[in-house]
């Protein structure tokens, strides 16, 4: 299964991967999933905000009663020259769990569905768990009607060329009534595992996290005869707003990073008249993350009116605190400890996830592989095979503990 994913959206230069929402690597990747449900005699299930299902014991979620449904999986998309792990781990992991599960003669008395949930990454149109969050109804069906690529195309129009129908999306809720417990594997995108030893270890949270755009506005002119006393440069705003990111975080113990930059008319030779920056920030806390928010636009303010720059700040996304349900986590930590010579371990984490999203109308736990490097978002993210498999059994374990009683 590996080897059939390996090629597709990975870019010879990078070695990373483009797996970007509704083109033609995505589409590839949509088929390869298909076809995995298919060869396995699953019924194959697209949902009207273009998720992808693959049931067992059922053909669609209106054959499932409310609550009954065991899920799993996680998504294919990824950020630009992105890792091999991050998202498609989760979804074979779950196919090969269930190869697994009927290699031991597991009876099944709920159904089960795999799932791919579509542009989680938002590497594309800028907001991340697009599929879950419409299937949840945490985004709007307008708002994302307006959502727009770095080329001006819209996700109704992607979708269209892409031959689904934009018309459809929208919240999901009879479906997502159907789900008894949905449990996503994930690789770990931190070194929390490799420093304890462990190869699996039971999410606790999701830390709050967001996304904002600054903009500062100041004045084009020439860079070779404009007088430094004379410019209104938003350059030097924006990397004064930089470093205070980073101060601010630093002394919160949290997380900000200025991962992405637009410039106007970004020419060498002219000084901008437009900076805009996307801030990522993340906390343990909604109190912390507040904090560090406000330090942030207090010090860009501050600047901005020093450089005679204008600014606009936006914030774009938002997912407060994730507290994973308690007895599904609890109920995973039993299952899986039946089978290990410790408790396995349980930690937060600063990255979002569609369980993250579900979570507020479905009962939602996660798995975590270690990664060696501790790098993700990157071509340097990794698992061994190994922690793969144990991946795997420990993912069996708990689809038979709760789908197989």
């Given at each position: 299964?590996?080897?059939?994913?390996?090629?597709?959206?990975?870019?010879?230069?990078?070695?990373?991967?483009?797996?970007?929402?509704?083109?033609?690597?995505?589409?590839?990747?949509?088929?390869?999933?298909?076809?995995?449900?298919?060869a396995r005699g699953l019924a194959y299930e697209l949902d009207r905000n273009g998720n992808q299902w693959?049931?067992?014991?059922?053909?669609?979620?209106?054959?499932?009663?409310?609550?009954?449904?065991?899920?799993?999986?996680?998504?294919?998309?990824?950020?630009?020259?992105?890792?091999?792990?991050?998202?498609?781990?989760?979804?074979?992991?779950?196919?090969?769990?269930?190869?697994?599960?009927?290699?031991?003669?597991?009876?099944?008395?709920?159904?089960?569905?795999?799932?791919?949930?579509?542009?989680?990454?938002?590497?594309?149109?800028?907001?991340?768990?697009?599929?879950?969050?419409?299937?949840?109804?945490?985004?709007?069906?307008?708002?994302?009607?307006?959502?727009?690529?770095?080329?001006?195309?819209?996700?109704?129009?992607?979708?269209?060329?892409?031959?689904?129908?934009?018309?459809?999306?929208?919240?999901?809720?009879?479906?997502?009534?159907?789900?008894?417990?949905?449990?996503?594997?994930?690789?770990?995108?931190?070194?929390?595992?490799?420093?304890?030893?462990?190869?699996?270890?039971?999410?606790?949270?999701?830390?709050?996290?967001?996304?904002?755009?600054?903009?500062?506005?100041?004045?084009?002119?020439?860079?070779?005869?404009?007088?430094?006393?004379?410019?209104?440069?938003?350059?030097?705003s924006y990397a004064a707003t930089v470093l205070a990111a980073r101060e601010q975080a630093r002394l919160?113990?949290?997380?900000?990073?200025?991962?992405?930059?637009?410039?106007?008319?970004?020419?060498?030779?002219?000084i901008p008249s437009l900076v805009r920056g996307w801030l990522d920030a993340r906390a343990a806390g909604?109190?912390?993350?507040?904090?560090?928010?406000?330090?942030?636009?207090?010090?860009?303010?501050?600047?901005?009116?020093?450089?005679?720059?204008?600014?606009?700040?936006?914030?774009?996304?938002?997912?407060?605190?994730?507290?994973?349900?308690?007895?599904?986590?609890?109920?995973?930590?039993?299952?899986?400890?039946?089978?290990?010579?410790?408790?396995?371990?349980?930690?937060?984490?600063?990255?979002?996830?569609?369980?993250?999203?579900?979570?507020?109308?479905?009962?939602?736990?996660?798995?975590?592989?270690?990664?060696?490097?501790?790098?993700?978002?990157?071509?340097?993210?990794?698992?061994?095979?190994?922690?793969?498999?144990?991946?795997?059994?420990?993912?069996?374990?708990?689809?038979?503990?709760?789908?197989?009683?």
């Open positions: 299964m590996w080897e059939e994913l390996r090629p597709l959206g990975r870019d010879s230069s990078s070695g990373g991967y483009r797996r970007f929402a509704w083109t033609g690597a995505d589409t590839d990747c949509r088929a390869w999933f298909r076809a995995q449900a298919e693959a049931w067992l014991g059922a053909t669609t979620y209106q054959d499932v009663a409310p609550g009954d449904a065991v899920v799993t999986g996680s998504h294919l998309d990824s950020v630009p020259d992105g890792g091999a792990f991050d998202g498609p781990l989760g979804v074979v992991s779950s196919f090969v769990a269930l190869d697994e599960l009927r290699a031991r003669g597991a009876e099944f008395t709920k159904p089960l569905a795999i799932v791919n949930f579509g542009d989680e990454e938002g590497a594309r149109f800028g907001l991340a768990c697009v599929g879950s969050r419409l299937s949840a109804g945490a985004l709007t069906t307008e708002a994302a009607h307006r959502l727009r690529d770095a080329d001006g195309v819209t996700l109704p129009q992607a979708m269209e060329r892409a031959g689904y129908d934009p018309e459809a999306i929208g919240p999901d809720p009879e479906r997502l009534a159907a789900i008894g417990a949905f449990v996503e594997l994930h690789v770990e995108q931190g070194r929390a595992l490799d420093l304890s030893g462990d190869p699996v270890g039971i999410a606790s949270a999701i830390w709050p996290h967001g996304r904002w755009r600054f903009d500062f506005r100041g004045e084009a002119n020439h860079a070779g005869t404009t007088r430094l006393e004379d410019r209104r440069d938003p350059m030097l919160a113990g949290a997380l900000a990073t200025f991962g992405k930059i637009s410039v106007e008319p970004n020419g060498v030779n002219a909604q109190d912390t993350l507040d904090t560090v928010i406000g330090g942030i636009e207090r010090a860009a303010a501050e600047r901005a009116a020093r450089d005679g720059v204008d600014l606009d700040v936006v914030r774009e996304s938002f997912t407060p605190v994730v507290e994973f349900q308690h007895a599904l986590r609890d109920e995973l930590g039993a299952l899986l400890g039946k089978r290990a010579e410790r408790p396995v371990p349980v930690l937060g984490t600063g990255a979002g996830h569609d369980a993250g999203i579900l979570s507020a109308t479905v009962p939602t736990a996660m798995l975590f592989v270690r990664n060696p490097t501790g790098v993700s978002h990157s071509p340097a993210e990794a698992a061994t095979e190994d922690d793969c498999v144990a991946g795997v059994t420990a993912l069996a374990d708990v689809l038979e503990g709760l789908a197989c009683r």
